[in-house]
């Protein structure tokens, strides 16, 4: 009977990530009403994709849908609870890698930390004044949604680089009940060359062979911020995605989920991104793999990394990654992705 609930449940949840995050979403591209509804009604794709993949030209049978994506949450299954909130996810990645700091967490309206319990606003603000910067971020939320920079500098307190008064400043604190307050790491200069607004990450699939049943690195992509994304550096908020060469750890164009350029050179800041290598890319990939075998329960992980001047840092760790920065270069779903999802019964053909 519980098995049949959990079922019924999951499927409850489908039906309403279909409705909220695919029928009723952005239409960014302003696909038309027939076309969009087609491409929502038949396959789950967003209307956005319809424009990402070339659907009209090409064959929507090459490509994962937004749908399949969230149907792949559950790959982890017991286990996927563990890393879809930041704070368990950091508690156990913090034993074999480096984590940002967690400093405070604030759950059902009461801030706390891990050393002294109970604590108020201005042990916020004096955390603040002594580390001159610092990450909020909610539990669970993705794509960057609800994710603040403060900094502290000349006396002055500032929010996503807006001026705030300390009383602005702790009504911002009481405006959530839940979130994190976490350090914010200083990026290699590789990652500030690119944009020095935004802490700029890579993203990193790892997943186990089908065959060998060994933790392999499937996909990679530099993540860049711009302008009217800071602090954030996701593609889904209108920032950069560039392929990494798995091989070589060198950068390809930059590319958009929100328009079809391609850029050679960060339209903001003009710096170079083709051609540009991750630094100690054979170290990255050794580490991460190491790491995989820390946590076998996990079949498939989204790694958010920060490369900094003397190590690799994990921002967070998923259980599932978006499909559209996957298959901008090319579609999955015959692909090895594909094979993946087929084998864990995410797909069936």
């Known amino acids: 009977m519980m098995k049949f609930c959990k079922k019924v449940l999951k499927k409850i949840k489908l039906i309403v ?3 909220t995050r695919i029928v009723f979403v952005k239409n960014t591209f302003k696909v038309p009403l027939h076309i969009k509804l087609k491409c929502n009604l038949f396959g789950g794709y967003l209307a956005d994709q319809y424009i990402l993949y070339d659907l009209k030209h090409n064959d929507r049978k090459e490509f994962l849908s937004e749908f399949d994506w969230y149907r792949s949450r559950y790959i982890n299954e017991p286990f996927d609870f563990a890393f879809n909130n930041k704070v368990i996810c950091s508690e156990i990645l913090k034993q074999y890698i480096r984590m940002p700091i967690n400093y405070f967490i604030k759950n059902k309206n009461v801030i706390l930390d891990f050393e002294n319990g109970v604590r108020n606003k201005e042990a916020i603000y004096e955390c603040l004044i002594k580390e001159s910067k610092l990450f909020v971020k909610p539990f669970a939320l993705g794509k960057g949604n609800g994710v603040y920079r403060i900094d502290y500098k000349d006396n002055k307190i500032f929010i996503n680089s807006r001026r705030k008064t300390l009383n602005e400043f702790y009504a911002f604190l009481d405006r959530s009940d839940e979130y994190i307050i976490c350090e914010c790491m200083e990026q290699h200069h590789y990652a500030d060359e690119l944009y020095d607004k935004t802490v700029n990450t890579i993203r990193l699939i790892t997943m186990r ?7 392999k690195i499937f996909f990679a992509v530099q993540r860049m911020g711009r302008s009217n994304t800071i602090p ?22 930059g590319r958009s989920l929100h328009d079809l350029k391609q850029y050679d050179f960060h339209p903001d800041s003009g710096k170079q991104i083709k051609g540009i290598k991750i630094p100690y890319w054979e170290g990255i990939k050794k ?10 329960y996990m079949d498939f992980i989204a790694w958010d990394l920060l490369i ?15 499909v559209n920065i996957l298959q901008l270069w090319g579609g999955q779903k015959k692909g090895e992705l594909g094979e993946f999802f087929r084998n864990y019964g995410v797909i069936n053909k």
Do not use: R
């Open 287 to 296: 580490q991460i793999l190491e790491v995989c075998k820390k946590v076998p």
């Open 209 to 215: 062979d089908i065959e060998s049943h060994e933790f």
């Open 232 to 253: 954030v550096d996701n593609g889904s908020k209108g920032g950069l995605v560039s392929k990494i060469d798995l091989k070589t750890g060198v950068l390809s164009e």
């Open 308 to 322: 900094t001047d003397k190590e690799v840092c994990v921002i967070e760790a998923n259980t599932s990654s978006g």
């Open 17 to 19: 990530l279909y409705l």
